[in-house]
DNA sequence: TCGGATCAGTACCGATCGGTACAGAAATCG
DNA sequence: CGATTTCTGTACCGATCGGTACTGATCCGA
């Protein structure tokens, strides 16, 4: 069904797929939209004319990121056992960070932690995604703890802070240019932990890294 | 000893301390010189004449932060044992990143983690900055397996980034607010990992968390 | 008491920020 | 083919950025 009006001279989907990379390399704050405006091809009104401005540019790319990059979690989330959701979880997070075709690190770590007072929002916003990940982990050891996989006195909530705790350390770590499979080796010792301190049953090839 | 010329009109080390405290919550770039000046009760142009800029200030404010709020971590490191160095340095670190006190979380992360291009060299100095704790760190475990205290089949370099990751980890969870207690009970977790994961030899009174 | 040294405060600098106005271009509809 | 709609590009906006010039204030030394 044809539009009326000039087409867009560009493609939305590809311009913030360019956009997510500047906030992810550069943080909110960094990312200037002149940064943003080059790195999507556009001029300065387009950018306000499809996607309504800096800032609701920056959710919608977080919102995209969370539906695309983080799809490891999910896959992981559907592993058998709290263990494997882990072990999963923790592996692909570590590929997720040093990927060679994305800049280091993780968007919900890297848009912005810290912020002037004006922009307090937007961090407010990628704490609240990052704890959206956190319950919905935890949710999935309440499961575990009903299906008797993990026992009874498991701290699901805790154990969910532990692995992200992890995964935000991994970003930090990527971003600094920390290697992959120096990150692999930390990521085993985590999951050393979590088995350790949550009782789990492990499947019976896990080994000790150590 | 009376200096020639106008005295100082303010004390140049609670200035910094004022400093710090901007850079801390809001980050190299979410502090402007506004910002700053005002924390620290002076004028612009008194900025530039003490501390010389505001990248040169974030570097003092930075190298204070680590001689004075990291001091624990050097504690940590005289423990007898590896156990007790992580054991001490987790836990520290858990009150540290809460301290009523003091901003949330920790300088060398919220600092500066992703720039713009042009403050790239600061997110460098951190990272930097963070890399030399962990290397004194894995100096300690070195020392740890040359004592028999940590097994000769550890790796100093990977228990100690795996450390540093989930101090990282703490960093980014109190910035968003998360309370001591939740951090305590992550930093029991960790531990219990670095325990399994390096076969350090355990003091009598410890308890696994879970 | 005056000169010299150093500091504080105000005003200002050029550059860039996030954002908008407006004219012209490119499309569809009747 | 003209009207309408939608988009692009250029120029521009007010505000704030990091930083400096300059004048007056406040000290010490001779």
Redesign the interface.
């Known amino acids: 069904m044809p539009q009326r009006g000039r087409p867009r001279g560009f493609d939305a989907d590809e311009a913030l797929e360019r956009a997510l990379e500047v906030f992810?390399?550069?943080?909110y704050?960094?990312?200037?939209v002149t940064?943003l405006t080059a790195a999507m091809g556009i001029n300065k009104p387009s950018l306000y004319a499809a996607f309504g401005g800096k800032e609701e540019l920056f959710r919608k790319v977080v919102a995209r990121y969370a539906e695309q990059d983080m799809e490891y979690a999910r896959t992981a989330f559907a592993q058998p056992t709290a263990y494997e959701v882990v072990a999963t979880l923790l592996r692909e997070n570590v590929l997720a960070v040093t990927r060679p075709d994305r800049p280091a690190?993780c968007l919900s770590?890297?848009?912005g932690?810290?912020?002037?007072?004006e922009?307090a929002p937007v961090a407010g916003f990628l704490?609240a995604s990052?704890?959206a990940g956190e319950r919905a982990l935890a949710d999935r050891f309440v499961r575990a703890v009903a299906e008797g996989d993990l026992?009874a006195?498991?701290?699901p909530?805790?154990?969910a802070?532990?692995v992200?705790?992890?995964?935000?350390?991994?970003a930090?770590?990527a971003?600094?240019?920390?290697s992959r499979e120096?990150?692999r080796?930390?990521a085993?010792?985590?999951?050393?932990?979590?088995?350790?301190?949550?009782?789990a049953r492990l499947p019976e090839h896990a080994t000790?890294?150590?």
């Not at 992810?24 to 943080?27: E, I, K, L, M, T």
């Not at 971003?175 to 920390?178: F, N």
């Open positions: 992810w390399r550069q943080g704050e960094g990312a200037s940064d690190g770590i890297q848009g932690t810290a912020c002037s007072t922009n704490a990052r704890l026992p006195d498991a701290d909530a805790a154990l802070r532990f992200m705790i992890v995964t935000e350390g991994h930090i770590h971003a600094a240019g920390v120096d990150l080796q930390a085993e010792i985590a999951l050393a932990g979590f088995a350790a301190a949550s009782g000790n890294p150590a």
